[in-house]
């Protein structure tokens, strides 16, 4: 437990003490600065109306009077936190020649690898609380609405989900560390997954299932229904729809639910869904996502797992 | 010798990518003395010294090193032990004293008594005035001898050095050797030692073990080389006639 202690603290130093952390950490906060103005301006058009909307603080966070919310911000370029924190954690200690005089201490081969990664996961967690914490007190100051307890849970909760999915692409990039022996091939092997999942998966397939579905020969709108099937059944397996689906209902209390087949339904009926519909209960949107969290825990842990397994077995040549 | 054996394999085999980096070879190292280990590059002596550290799973065969199993109690056995590898490895952006304190905090020595072993180590090693510089900017001579300074941090029963004079000028060099002598005469380390340079081993080493292929052919003391397998008059010979004629014949 001793080593475990002393190479997480080590690891921490050298990342807080590293110009990529402070880089990447200066350009996240200014992007918040950004989106927090923006949203914080759009707020105060919508309070101009006559209903007022119940949970003005969650706005900051998705308001949909801007383009990019802080929500979808994390989504898009978390992941290269994640990448960023882990893409040389093992390759480069194999190549400096200080992985065999770690392990030449008493500490066991796992310790190594379990230190970087919850050195990493401290950080990421670090990284997201100030930034929320910056959030927070810059919608009090330019809004001046204080959260309420329900709207508190939502963003921790939304912080967990935030640090879980920065933390599975730490996984990612962790692995590869251990796979290849070279730091820029680790690093253009996360970048390539990321853009896999990330964008080729929820942009580039869905040209692609439409060509093939159109082919079929079916009518409009059994087409139509297959086309969002496959879609969905595929978009399950990009962790990044995952999180945006995940967190969008818990920022947003008014969404009730993650099915994209409303396009199933008719004007009416889709009239008559939104006219009933009051915020969701805490517990409600919590449930509703949980099978997403547990889903991109798991993938976490099997990133990680796999990476173990890996690191446990490789031989220690003479590094 | 009645001294305690401290190091002893059976058998010991290592196969990589089927190739036979280490071949039954057996052995073993007593208490107190210093251990020279010759060979050509790439004769496993690095992967011997890995195999004894625990680091390197063996094929086949066995190794104890103070009674225990490097296999079975890694932990035990990497906590009576130091190791100085080949082109050793350093966080550059530490500089000697942080590095020294990383290695204590990894073997749980208390703070106080760290920085005690740690100022005493710089001094032993002669690098108290650069202790507070980046290891970045280190000398090849200053890290083998922040290598060393590792050792004294740890305070092990026995130091496995690979290569330690690997690369160094001659001044380095005798520092090195000299280094070397004081861990085992001053400290009663049992020094296990890699080298090519013949003359300074013939000179510190109480005995020797000479491997190549894999197999270690020739083990002993300077008279049991030269008088079991060589007719070399007792008082000319040196360790490099010896090593030689073993490696022609290998």
Known sequence: ?319 | MDAETVVETGDLTKIYNNQVAVDHLSFSVSEGEIFGFLGPNGAGKTTTLLMLLGLSEPTDGWARVLGMSALKQPLKVKRMTGYLQENMGFYRDLNARQMLGFIAELNGIPPQEGEERIENALKVVGLSDGADKKIEVYSRGMRQRLGIAEILVKDPKIAFLDEPTLGLDPDATNRMIELIVSLAREKKMTVVLSTHLLQQAQRICDRFGIMIGGRMVACGTMEQLAGRKLDIGKESYTLEEVYMKHFKEA
């Open chain 1, 1 to 319: 437990m001793g080593g475990l202690k002393a190479l997480i603290k080590k690891e921490l130093a050298d990342h807080l003490s590293s110009y990529r952390f402070l880089i990447l950490f200066s350009l996240i906060l200014m992007v918040s600065l950004i989106l927090v103005f923006m949203a914080a301006s759009g707020i105060e058009d919508d309070l101009k109306g006559e209903r007022l909307p119940k949970f003005v603080f969650l706005m900051l966070f998705t308001s949909s009077k801007i383009n990019f919310s802080l929500v979808q911000f994390v989504a898009f370029f978390g992941p290269l936190i994640g990448i960023i924190m882990g893409f040389d954690g093992i390759n480069r200690e194999k190549n400096e020649g200080t992985l065999s005089k770690l392990l030449a201490q008493p500490i066991y081969r796992d310790t190594v690898i379990n230190g970087k990664f919850l050195a990493g996961v401290v950080i990421i967690g670090l990284m997201m609380v100030s930034i929320i914490l910056v959030i927070t007190g810059l919608g009090i100051y330019t809004v001046g609405v204080k959260p309420g307890l329900e709207e508190f849970w939502r963003i921790f909760i939304y912080m967990g989900i935030s640090i879980v999915y920065i933390s599975l692409w730490l996984g990612v990039s962790i692995l590869f560390s251990v796979l290849f022996r070279s730091v820029a091939t680790s690093a253009l092997a996360s970048f390539a997954i990321w853009i896999f999942f990330s964008f080729f998966l929820s942009f580039g397939v869905n040209a692609l299932i439409s060509e093939v579905v159109s082919s079929e020969g079916l009518n409009y709108s059994d087409a139509l229904l297959k086309v969002s099937k496959i879609e969905q059944a595929l978009s399950f397996t990009s962790p990044m729809v995952l999180y945006n689906d995940s967190t969008a209902t818990i920022i947003d209390p008014m969404r009730r639910t993650l099915s994209p087949f409303t396009v199933q339904l008719g004007l009416m009926e889709q009239a008559s869904l939104t006219r009933f519909s009051g915020p969701l209960k805490l517990m409600q949107s919590f449930l509703l996502v949980s099978p997403y969290i547990v889903y991109l825990l798991a993938i976490t842990v099997i990133l990680f797992l796999v990476s173990y397994i890996v690191f446990m077995r490789q031989e220690i040549r003479s590094i």
